[in-house]
């Protein structure tokens, strides 16, 4: 006895979309699907999407798209997934041989982050909504993330991440920051300095002395860091501890930098 083709159908369609093979057609609509969900999302938020709505804005039939993606979750998950590969592709692009080698893979994480000075669509999905995924999907985005920060910055790829985030900086101040942080060596002195005005502008050669990123000790307030144009921009109450400690130790050298050395020596 034959099964019936409507039954074979119904039956085909419970099969999980990442696990079928798509005709080149198929494909060429999934990427439609993913981009134009990427921009409207961007636009109107997820909250007041839903995964009907969005097949009708996009002139497919839900049942059509369900055959791409199970659920709107999934359909987050995987322009999230995308956009980190593509962020694995561009770090993987800079040579293993070149020199400075980890700053030009976070000037390729700018690149392929950033559009026109601000988060392109999909980037901005990732920072904004994985929080809000269920358990399996947003673990699996985390561990990627979390991948890439360590190529970018080791250990405190996570306070990296978060400067190379943040669309107010640029990849010389990044740099600048993240110096800040790391560099546990005494930069030469001036010698038209005043010797007073140079002790109190000196790095402590003590590492002891200098700020750790790995210490989890919070400060009490919120950090400050200064913008290009002058004005003060916040960091979130949510924001990591060595982060906050960071924008201190940079907002310190930016004031020292700044002062004359006669205001300083007082």
Same mark, same amino acid.
């Given at each position: 006895?034959?099964?019936?083709a409507?039954?074979? /159908?119904? $039956?085909?369609?419970?099969? *999980?979309?990442?696990?079928?093979?798509?005709t080149?057609?198929e494909?060429?609509?999934?990427?439609?699907?993913?981009?134009?969900?990427?921009h409207?999302? +961007?636009? #109107?938020?997820?909250?007041v999407?839903?995964?009907t709505? &969005?097949?009708?804005a996009i002139?497919?039939?839900?049942?059509?798209?369900?055959? $791409?993606?199970?659920d709107?979750?999934a359909?987050?998950?995987?322009i999230?997934?995308r956009?980190?590969?593509?962020?694995?592709?561009? &770090?993987?692009?800079?040579? /293993?041989?070149?020199p400075? /080698?980890?700053? &030009?893979?976070?000037a390729?994480?700018?690149?392929?982050?950033?559009?026109?000075?601000?988060?392109?669509?999909?980037h #901005?999905?990732?920072?904004?909504?994985? +929080?809000?995924?269920?358990d399996?999907e947003?673990?699996?985005?985390?561990?990627? /993330?979390?991948?890439?920060?360590?190529?970018l910055?080791?250990?405190?790829?996570e306070?990296?991440?978060? &400067?190379l985030?943040?669309?107010?900086?640029?990849? *010389?101040?990044?740099e600048?920051?993240?110096?800040?942080?790391?560099c $546990?060596?005494q930069?030469? +002195?001036? %010698?038209?300095r005043p010797?007073q005005?140079?002790?109190?502008e000196?790095t402590?050669t003590n590492?002891?002395?200098v700020?750790?990123?790995?210490?989890e000790t919070a %400060?009490?307030?919120?950090s400050f860091?200064d $913008?290009?144009?002058?004005?003060f +921009?916040?960091l979130?109450?949510?924001?990591?501890?060595a982060?906050?400690?960071?924008?201190?130790?940079?907002?310190?050298?930016?004031?020292?930098?700044?002062?004359? %050395?006669?205001?300083?020596a007082a």
């Amino acid at each position: 006895m034959l099964i019936p083709a409507r039954i074979l /159908r119904k $039956h085909a369609m419970d099969v *999980d979309p990442t696990l079928r093979l798509l005709t080149p057609r198929e494909e060429a609509r999934e990427e439609r699907i993913l981009t134009t969900a990427a921009h409207l999302i +961007t636009r #109107f938020g997820a909250a007041v999407i839903s995964f009907t709505n &969005l097949a009708i804005a996009i002139k497919i039939a839900p049942s059509t798209m369900r055959r $791409h993606f199970a659920d709107f979750d999934a359909l987050l998950g995987e322009i999230m997934r995308r956009h980190l590969q593509t962020i694995a592709e561009a &770090l993987g692009a800079v040579p /293993r041989d070149a020199p400075d /080698r980890p700053r &030009l893979q976070r000037a390729a994480y700018i690149e392929a982050t950033r559009g026109l000075g601000a988060p392109t669509a999909a980037h #901005f999905i990732l920072a904004t909504y994985r +929080t809000i995924l269920p358990d399996d999907e947003r673990d699996s985005i985390n561990a990627i /993330r979390e991948q890439i920060g360590i190529i970018l910055a080791g250990a405190d790829g996570e306070a990296c991440l978060h &400067l190379l985030d943040c669309p107010c900086y640029d990849i *010389d101040q990044i740099e600048r920051m993240l110096s800040a942080a790391f560099c $546990h060596e005494q930069p030469a +002195t001036a %010698p038209d300095r005043p010797a007073q005005a140079a002790q109190i502008e000196a790095t402590p050669t003590n590492p002891t002395d200098v700020p750790s990123l790995k210490d989890e000790t919070a %400060p009490s307030r919120i950090s400050f860091i200064d $913008h290009p144009a002058g004005l003060f +921009t916040p960091l979130q109450s949510d924001t990591p501890p060595a982060l906050r400690r960071l924008a201190e130790e940079l907002r310190r050298l930016q004031v020292q930098a700044q002062a004359p %050395p006669q205001t300083i020596a007082a």
